[in-house]
C-alpha cells in the first residue's frame, strides 16, 4: 500500500501568514492527491483534489502543487476559519483510500 | 441539499457487534459509491470500507472479515455490520459519498470523497 506522509505534524501561525503544508507518497501517484479540512468535531471537507483544482465554494487563498510524490497545500493569507487539521490523500488507488496523518494549523 | 446521516453508534463490549446506518438524500444514491472513514479520538482519518454503485465491496485488512458493508438503494441507505469489535475499532464513524471529477481535453478521473456525514460514535469497552 501506499504510504502518505505529511510535515510538519502541527504548526503556529498567526492571521495573514503565508502557510504551507507538505505531503509526500512512498511512490509516484501523479496527480492523484486531495486535500481535506477538518474543524474540531466536525467531518472532513474536500478543499482539492487532482493536487491543484480547488473544490467548488472554497476560497482562492487555498491552493494546490505538485505531482508524483511531493505536494503542497499553501494558503496565501491565513484567516480566522482556517485554523484546522489539513489531511491528504492518494486517489491512485482505489482502495485503499490512504490519508496522510495530518496537519493541524494552530493559533500563534 | 445533499445529505448524508448516520445512526447506530454506541457502547459495546469487546467481541460483540453493532450496524451503523446512513441514510442519504439530496442526490441520486444508487449512483455512487459510498465509504465509511473512521477517527479515533485524536487521531487521523481511516477508510474502513467501500462498496461500488454494483454492490463490489472493500476492505482493509484491519477490519476484513469482521465488518461486512451493504446498501439498500430502494431506501436510499448504506449498512455497516461490525462483528468481532475490540478496543482498536472505537471511533466516529463517518459515512461519505465517492465521486469522480473529470478534468481536461482529454479526460483524466480524479477520485475524490466528496461529501460527509456528521459522524456517529463508536465505543468499544468492557
Known amino acids: 500500500d501506499i504510504q502518505m506522509t505529511q510535515s510538519p505534524s502541527s504548526l503556529s501561525a498567526s492571521v495573514g501568514d503565508r502557510v504551507a503544508i507538505t505531503c509526500r507518497a512512498s511512490q509516484s501517484i501523479s496527480s492523484y492527491l486531495n486535500w481535506y479540512q477538518q474543524k474540531p468535531g466536525k467531518a472532513p471537507k474536500l478543499l482539492i483534489y487532482a493536487a491543484s483544482s480547488l473544490q467548488s465554494g472554497v476560497p482562492s487563498r487555498f491552493s494546490g502543487s505538485g505531482s508524483g510524490t511531493d505536494f503542497t497545500l499553501t494558503i496565501s493569507s491565513l484567516q480566522p476559519e482556517d485554523f484546522a487539521t489539513y489531511y491528504c490523500?492518494?486517489?491512485?488507488?482505489?482502495?485503499?483510500?490512504?490519508f496522510g496523518q495530518g496537519t493541524k494549523v494552530e493559533i500563534k | 441539499e445533499v445529505q448524508l446521516v448516520e445512526s447506530g453508534g454506541g457502547l459495546v463490549q469487546p467481541g460483540g457487534s453493532l450496524r451503523l446506518s446512513c441514510a442519504a438524500s439530496g442526490f441520486t444514491f444508487s449512483s455512487y459509491d459510498m465509504h465509511w472513514v473512521r477517527q479515533g479520538t485524536g487521531k487521523g482519518l481511516e477508510w474502513v470500507s467501500t462498496?461500488?454503485?454494483?454492490?463490489?465491496?472493500y476492505y482493509p485488512g484491519s477490519v476484513k472479515g469482521r465488518f461486512t458493508l451493504s446498501r439498500e438503494n430502494s431506501k436510499n441507505s448504506l449498512y455497516l455490520q461490525m462483528n468481532s469489535l475490540r478496543d482498536g475499532d472505537t471511533a466516529v464513524y463517518f459515512c461519505v459519498r465517492g465521486d469522480t471529477m473529470v478534468q481536461g481535453v482529454i479526460p483524466s478521473y480524479y477520485y475524490v470523497m466528496d461529501v460527509w456525514g456528521q459522524g456517529t460514535t463508536v465505543t468499544v469497552s468492557s
Open positions: 490523500q492518494e486517489s491512485y488507488s482505489n482502495p485503499p483510500w490512504t
Open positions: 462498496i461500488g454503485t454494483s454492490g463490489d465491496t
